[in-house]
């Protein structure tokens, strides 16, 4: 086994962050040195996460400071803009980015379909949690050139809305309800469209849940045949993706770090309809990303993961 790696996250305080701290407390491979939260430094974990088990406090060093430590690994758990000013100062470590900044410029990290080119990277974008679950449902058959057209309907549980109070992660609004939004243009349709080469339909809705993510994903296909054998194919040895025959729901996914994909029926008219489930917090955010971790320092792909 590799040697014990030291890492960081930055950002620990929001949800993805939370739950970062979280898998990466159980990891046998590594020492965390920091968690870093520009809006509670000090301040015991369990101030941001009630249900907090120990008495770990966020990290009182600025960026500069954990820079200065040159750990082996920073996380990026951090909103919008921040990873694009703060990657730079991190020159002597491999970096994760979890935001959208540096997707479409640093290597995509999704495993199923780049697992070697992730391994000999220096710095990740992790993929979104919408994306992962639409191109896991569609790669298998895109990559045989079977696809002519895919539209993918999502639904994600409100902590995908982050912490910051909006209509989308407020409790009383979704209550008994359902959000649609960002019906043509949601910022995950451009890292989809560009993994598989096509165009491609997306539309997401928040639902009364905390946790949890389900891709409804409809491919129009060439030919016909038994295409979950297809699925089957591609993602045997896959750790962190299961097949089944069975139309998958939260409960198959939360908590965990894998995603499931189920339902494969077909109406006789080319269309395919199959079901993508995952928790936005696990497979769709920090369990992606200590997955590209393992890749990148050399542990094993599932240590540390609650598969």
């Known amino acids: 086994m590799a040697s014990r790696k030291t ?12 739950e970062l701290a979280q898998i990466l407390r159980g990891h046998p491979g590594v020492e965390v040195v920091a968690l870093q939260s520009e809006s509670s430094p000090g301040k015991p974990l369990k101030t941001a996460f009630p249900d907090w088990q120990g008495e770990e406090r966020f990290s009182e060093k600025t960026p500069e400071q954990i820079a200065a430590l040159s750990p082996d690994l920073v996380f990026f758990a951090t909103s919008e803009g921040i990873a694009k000013r703060l990657a730079p100062l991190f020159t002597k470590s491999k970096l994760i980015d979890l935001s959208r900044d540096w997707r479409g410029e640093w290597r995509y990290g999704l495993p199923e379909m780049f697992r070697g080119e992730i391994a000999e990277a220096d710095a990740i974008a992790n993929p979104g949690c919408y994306a992962t679950a639409c191109l896991l449902a569609a790669w298998p058959l895109v990559k045989e050139g079977l696809v002519e057209r895919a539209v993918f309907d999502g639904k994600s549980g409100y902590s995908g809305a982050g912490r910051k109070p909006n209509e989308r992660n407020d409790p009383k609004v979704l209550a008994e309800n359902l959000l649609p939004y960002h019906l043509t243009r949601h910022a995950h349709v451009a890292e989809i469209e560009r993994a598989l080469g096509m165009m491609v339909h997306f539309t997401p809705h928040v639902v009364p849940a905390f946790r949890g993510l389900i891709v409804t994903a409809h491919l129009f296909v060439r030919g016909d045949g ?28 939360r908590g965990k770090d894998r995603a499931v994909l189920g339902g494969f029926e077909s109406d006789g008219r080319g269309r395919l309809v199959v079901v993508s489930a995952l928790d936005n917090l696990g497979k769709g955010a920090a369990g992606q990303a200590v997955q590209n971790m393992n890749l990148l320092l050399g542990f094993p792909e599932t240590q540390g993961l609650r598969l």
């Open 226 to 253: 038994n295409f979950r054998e297809l699925y089957e194919e591609a993602y045997r040895g896959e750790p962190a993706v299961k097949v089944q025959e069975g139309i998958p729901d939260f409960r198959d996914i």
């Open 7 to 18: 890492v960081a996250v930055l950002g620990a305080s929001g949800y993805a962050g939370g």
